[in-house]
């Protein structure tokens, strides 16, 4: 059997880790059906620098000394990590150095045969640079922040991104909207096939119990929408916070789940406030991942209001979308990045136009006096099974192997 290194800089540190996206690691363990899978990822305080999980050869590689100053890894994202304190700026050489060693040091060690890295920097950047010293292949997933980042530089980031590209056999893009990033940022064309992040079918399964389930969570049996996601701006949560005074203002009777934290946690608190619709919302954090199954069925549609923010950035393929889809909940979001991929209007969900809170209020308004959502949550739960993670990777091993 192969073996495939996963080199990733967002990774959960453990099954109760609710801040961590899990997508690479639930690839990771799809992908065990074809490969002998190692991952690579950066170490936390408290963490082994190896174990197994779930099939999962995982190693952890130490950037940063003493260890409880190690910030890159909080597992809100790079992005996020730098915006938070000023010594991750400093630490961002010893990253790079550091798991370019690390990467060497485990693909001659285990004699990898492919490394598949997530995020086009640093990771790609990573193995750009130690490619031409070790033979393997190079299989990079670009996602969204990645891309976007390079863009900002211009000359530069055209030039890193070429760099990269130069020394990748494949490129798997997330989303066509991604594709298109990764084109318009290199002016250059590379073998690429589009496969999105998928779901886990096993985990994430409709119910048809939501009287028991929202009894459970104290609440009561009214039409309930249900945001999942980090409280940033790109998220566009602001904009649902509008939508959903104007409901109030028309008189309808509803009630906005809003779940997960994040940088703009509080701003959206105090937003709730000021448009007077407290009684309508219900803040319940972060939370474990094996609750997400509960906590996406206590929704009758999920509202995924993505938005461009200030610096012109987006998302790839919001991973809620499909989660929720599985659980039989349609979705309501922007029109948007690599959404209108997976939504289809009409059909499992349905699109509205990006940062426009009067248009998210009418199409929550049109849901809402919809008779039934049963032939939505029939197409949600097709959309999802055909995008499971083990479709997921078996799409994921045949572009490799070609």
């Known amino acids: 059997m192969k073996k495939l290194l996963i080199l990733t800089s967002t990774f959960p540190k453990s099954k109760d880790d609710a801040v961590s996206a899990r997508f690479v690691f639930d690839l990771a363990k799809a992908l065990c059906r074809f490969y002998d899978v190692h991952v690579l990822v950066p170490h936390s305080t408290g963490l082994l620098r190896y174990e197994e999980s779930e ?215 105090k937003l709730v406030e000021a448009y007077g619709v407290s009684d309508n919302v219900r803040f319940l954090g972060w939370t474990k991942n094996e609750l997400l199954p509960e906590i996406y069925s206590l929704g009758d549609v999920i509202v995924v209001p993505s938005v461009f923010d200030r610096k012109g950035e987006t998302e790839g393929m919001p991973v809620v979308i499909q989660e929720s889809m599985a659980c039989g909940i349609p979705v309501l979001a922007s029109e948007i990045s690599g959404i209108p991929d997976i939504v289809k209007n009409g059909e499992n969900g349905w699109l509205i136009k990006p940062a426009d809170e009067l248009s998210l209020a009418n199409k929550m308004e049109e849901v809402m006096d919809l008779e039934s959502l049963d032939g939505f949550r029939k197409q949600a739960i097709k959309t999802a099974k055909n995008n499971s993670y083990l479709r997921i990777a078996e799409r994921y091993y045949r572009a490799i192997e070609k």
């Not at 590689?61 to 409880?68: C, E, G, M, Q, W």
Request: charged share 20%.
């Open 55 to 269: 099939g999962l050869k995982i190693h952890r590689f130490i950037y940063f000394l003493p260890l409880r100053l190690q910030i890159l890894g909080s597992g809100e994202g790079l992005l996020s990590d730098l915006k938070s304190n000023l010594l991750a700026y400093l630490q961002i050489p010893c990253f790079l150095m550091f798991q370019c060693l690390a990467t060497i040091n485990v693909v001659i060690k285990h004699k990898i045969d492919i490394v598949n890295t997530h995020w086009i920097v640093p990771q790609g950047l990573v193995c750009a640079l130690i490619g031409s010293l070790l033979k393997f292949n190079h299989v990079l997933t670009v996602h969204a922040a990645d891309i976007f980042t390079l863009k900002r530089y211009g000359i530069l980031g055209t030039y890193i991104c070429r760099f990269i590209l130069k020394r990748t056999d494949i490129m798997l893009p997330v989303s066509n909207y991604i594709k298109e990033q990764v084109r318009e940022v290199s002016h250059k064309d590379i073998t690429s096939h589009i496969i999105p992040m998928g779901v886990d079918t096993n985990k994430f399964k409709y119910t048809e119990d939501k009287d028991s389930l929202r009894a459970k969570f104290k609440l009561s049996n009214i039409f309930t929408f249900l945001f999942v996601g980090k409280f940033s701006e790109k998220k566009g949560i602001e904009f649902l916070i509008k939508a959903s005074a104007i409901l109030q203002e028309k008189g309808y009777k509803f009630k906005l789940i809003l779940v997960g934290g994040g940088p703009l946690y509080n701003h959206i608190a």
